[in-house]
C-alpha cells in the first residue's frame, strides 16, 4: 500500500514558479512509476508529467513541456515537480499518482489515469494574471 500527500501549492503569479511536492509512505513506492496530473471544474483529470521508478525517463504533456520538470529522491520517497514560467492556464489542482512500472506504462500509457493505482489528495494552484 501506498500513500501519497502532495504540498507546495499556492498562488504566484504570471511568470513566476512553484515546486510541489509529493511524500510517500509505503516500502513499495521506491519502485513505483510515478505521474502528475491536473484538474479544472468541469474537466477531466489532465496528464502533466510523469516519472520512471529510478527517474531514468521522464515524460511531459506538450503543454508544459520546456517549462516544467519532474524529479524524484528514492531515498527520501519524494518526487517533485518543478513548475518555470507559469502561465493562468495552468491554474488547476495538482493530483501525483503511483502506478506498478510495466513495459505497457513505458511504452505510451503513462498518461492514462487508470494506470494508476495510488492517488493523493491534491493541491490546488492558482496562477493570476
Known amino acids: 500500500q501506498v500513500q501519497l500527500v502532495e504540498s507546495g501549492g499556492g498562488l504566484v503569479q504570471a511568470g513566476g514558479s512553484l515546486r510541489l511536492s509529493c511524500a510517500a509512505s509505503g516500502r513499495t513506492f521506491s519502485s513505483c512509476a510515478v505521474g502528475w496530473f491536473r484538474q479544472t471544474p468541469g474537466k477531466e483529470r489532465e496528464f502533466v508529467a510523469a516519472i520512471s521508478w529510478n527517474g531514468g525517463s521522464t515524460y511531459y504533456a506538450d503543454s508544459v513541456k520546456g517549462r516544467f520538470t519532474i524529479s524524484r529522491d528514492n531515498a527520501k520517497n519524494t518526487v517533485y515537480l518543478q513548475m518555470n514560467s507559469l502561465k493562468p492556464e495552468d491554474t488547476a489542482v495538482y493530483y501525483c499518482?503511483?502506478?506498478?512500472?510495466?513495459?505497457?506504462?513505458?511504452?505510451?500509457?503513462?498518461?492514462?489515469?487508470?494506470?494508476?493505482?495510488?492517488w493523493g489528495q491534491g493541491t490546488q494552484v492558482t496562477v493570476s494574471s
Open positions: 499518482a503511483a502506478g506498478r512500472s510495466s513495459p505497457k506504462y513505458y511504452s505510451g500509457t503513462y498518461n492514462y489515469t487508470y494506470m494508476y493505482n495510488y
